[in-house]
């Protein structure tokens, strides 16, 4: 089941509100500010069912994870340890107060990758190339090997699929 976070009221308040003591000049901020995050929430909502099971990630929070794994080069592990080591990935992700207990776990990122499937991953990069590409000020690097990495990890997981038939 999924729920956008958006209509759900926010419970937290362990810390400082990220808003209030942020450069807004940062780049995951600026970054931010440019992405389509609505199309990203309804194209990520379609992938699970309305009105019964757990309620799934946030699609802010799993996408910008992504968007910053990627970006940086960094495991799933890494990029949940940065998450919660900066507060700029987090409010990049969403968050609205500064995170101190964990808020995902790594292994949803590999779930949610099998679940959306290389279409939903593809218009993901797709929009965050395009965000770049629009703000060339904004001083992000994905190095090649990344590129090439995540252009292996879809054709491979095309391969599974076509295998088991999803």
């Known amino acids: 089941m999924y729920r956008s976070e958006k209509f759900n009221p926010t419970l937290f308040?362990?810390?400082?509100?990220?808003?209030?003591?942020?450069?807004?000049?940062?780049?995951?901020?600026?970054?931010?500010?440019v992405l389509p995050w609505e199309k990203l929430d309804a194209g990520y909502g379609r992938y699970f069912s309305t009105g019964y099971g757990r309620p799934a990630k946030?699609?802010?929070?799993?996408?910008?994870?992504?968007?910053a794994k990627q970006l940086k080069s960094l495991s799933d592990e890494d990029a949940v340890a940065e998450f919660m080591e900066n507060p700029y990935?987090?409010?990049?992700?969403?968050?609205?107060y500064f995170a101190l207990e964990?808020?995902?776990?790594?292994?949803?990122?590999?779930?949610?990758?099998?679940?959306?499937?290389?279409e939903f991953l593809a218009l993901l990069d797709a929009e965050l190339s395009a965000a770049l590409k629009a703000n060339r000020d904004l001083k992000f690097r994905v190095s090649r090997g990344a590129a090439r990495e995540a252009g292996f990890w879809a054709s491979l997981l095309d391969k599974v699929c076509s295998v088991f038939g999803k």
């Open 58 to 67: 946030d699609s802010r929070l799993v996408c910008g994870l992504l968007m």
């Open 89 to 96: 990935i987090q409010a990049f992700c969403g968050q609205e």
């Open 13 to 33: 308040g362990k810390m400082f509100h990220l808003g209030e003591k942020l450069s807004s000049g940062n780049r995951w901020l600026k970054l931010a500010e």
């Open 102 to 118: 964990d808020v995902i776990n790594p292994g949803i990122l590999s779930e949610r990758r099998k679940r959306l499937g290389p």
